[in-house]
């Protein structure tokens, strides 16, 4: 299972039944760094473990490669908050479609 861990600022993946688990995106503080997270709290994995992250203190959503907890890549907003086309203002939620 995956868990959005809002206030470390990281995303677990969690083993059930492990008495531990996993930062595989974020977990170096709150801040707007492509290794950071300010807000999260909705995820999405694909069918390769990538896992999408609407961070909402940052209006951004990062997509962290499957086996790289190091840094994320920017897909959308993370222009400051806005109503403009390439702004976000506090995702909340993400779904991502096969297109």
Known sequence: M???DNGNNRIL???MGEPHGIIVAGGFGS??????ISTCY??????QS??????YGNHR??????GNATSGRRVAGGNGFGTA?????SPYG??????
Do not use: C, M, T
């Open 2 to 4: 995956y868990i959005a």
């Open 13 to 15: 993946k969690w083993r």
């Open 31 to 36: 801040g707007s760094a492509p290794n950071q």
């Open 42 to 47: 909705g995820i999405y994995v694909d069918a």
């Open 50 to 55: 990538n896992i999408y992250v609407s961070d």
């Open 61 to 66: 959503v990062f997509i962290w490669s499957a």
């Open 85 to 89: 086309e390439n702004q976000l203002h």
């Open 94 to 99: 993400i779904y991502v479609d096969k297109k």
